[in-house]
């Protein structure tokens, strides 16, 4: 079986090509747009479509993420969710121009100026509120971040283990409340960013040279099963998914706290100037991800899943750790130690990460808990 990505329904052009408010489907509508063999002659066509598509997003970044509020939790009570909704949505359809290959889409439109000032207006705002958001706890300029690599990397372990994702309770309630479908559904949630981490190392070590790039390489190596196609992790949490009979989620039925958690590891990995903020999200996600996963494969045996099914848990329960200390070992102290001002990318990835997750695990335990078994 081929697990099917997160994708968005296909519709025809809504009238004048948009959406009724910023809170309609604008994300299916630059995903029909995009998909035109001849962008420039639709917009030649169009007047003034190419203007109304930017106000749109721009009107809807600034509802999703306003300039004086900054997120503290999810559910905030002036969140518009929504508006968060809908720019997740679109941004993941311009996010995906960059990580798919031309099979069900031309990607024609790749880097055409309209897909480009598109991914501005969404992003900006958001990468603003990230940025904002990672300061509200911890001090990231450069005066306060420890400038020694062994001292920055004892910063950057401590500070994931301190986050308040570390000891969510997400994890107690996997481990031993959850019923069999309120786990099954927490896997269909996984669906949406799981399966593309290798894609995400790979992109992530462009650029990079020395132990940095062979610590990358590395990594990449033990997702791809040490050349075992039956291993390959991918591949693994694919056999999760059919094992359990699950239908991954379409995108348009995620909320913006699973698909934010998507998004901010393509912020971080496909932007060149987000270099060492990768760095700083995969390094949290290999740092955090053996708590998770040692209690999820605790919980799914506990209903009955069999231990065959949940191999991708139970790997990257024990691998991760090994991963998290040859991140800090070779990925943080080299780029800190070749270029200190790395540092500030790099722990505002952290936090990024950390935060984004937080918002995942809140909403996954609320949701899980409203629904019964």
């Keep these: 079986m081929i697990l099917k990505t997160i994708e968005l329904p296909t519709i025809a052009l809504l009238p004048e090509f948009l959406p009724a408010s910023a809170e309609d489907d604008l994300a299916a509508t630059i995903k029909t747009l995009l998909e035109k063999p001849d962008l420039d002659a639709t917009l030649e066509r169009e007047v003034g479509l190419e203007e109304r598509l930017i106000h749109s997003a721009r009107t809807l970044a600034r509802k999703a993420y306003p300039r004086d509020l900054t997120t503290n939790r999810q559910n905030d009570s002036w969140v518009d969710h929504d508006s968060r909704d809908a720019l997740h949505r679109a941004l993941l359809v311009l996010y995906q121009q960059h990580v798919r290959l031309p099979i069900e889409s031309t990607l024609a439109n790749q880097f055409h100026p309209l897909t480009v000032r598109l991914m501005y207006e969404l992003e900006r705002p958001w990468q603003q509120e990230i940025l904002r958001r990672a300061r509200l706890n911890f001090n990231l300029s450069e005066t306060a971040l420890p400038s020694d690599p062994d001292e920055f990397a004892s910063w950057f372990r401590g ?13 107690s309630f996997l481990s031993t409340e959850a019923t069999r479908a309120q786990l099954e559904w927490f896997f269909q949630m996984e669906c949406a960013g799981e ?5 995400l ?5 462009v650029g990079t040279r020395g132990r940095v790039k062979m610590e990358m390489a590395s990594n990449y190596w033990d997702e791809m099963g040490k050349g075992r196609e039956h291993a390959v992790h991918t591949h693994l949490f694919h056999k999760l998914i059919e094992g359990l009979s699950l239908e991954p989620p379409l995108a348009s039925d995620l909320p913006w706290q699973v698909l934010a958690g998507v998004n901010v590891m393509l912020w971080s990995c496909i932007p060149r100037r987000n270099a060492f903020r990768a760095q700083g999200t995969l390094g949290a996600v290999e740092l955090l991800a053996p708590q998770r996963c040692t209690r999820v494969v605790h919980g799914a045996l506990r209903v009955g899943i069999k231990k065959k099914a949940v191999v991708y848990y139970s790997a990257h329960a024990i691998i ?23 540092r500030i990318g790099i722990a505002e990835g952290l936090i990024a990460r950390a935060d984004a997750s937080l918002d995942y695990f809140d909403y996954c335990l609320a949701t899980a808990r409203s629904f019964a078994s």
């Design 201 to 205: 190392v790979a992109m992530g070590q």
């Design 320 to 342: 991760d750790i090994g991963h998290a200390e040859g991140w800090l070992e070779n990925v943080v102290k080299p780029q800190v130690s070749l270029y200190p001002p790395s």
């Design 159 to 171: 500070t994931a283990f301190a986050h308040p994702l570390y000891e969510h309770e997400l994890y």
């Design 195 to 199: 399966a593309a981490f290798d894609d």
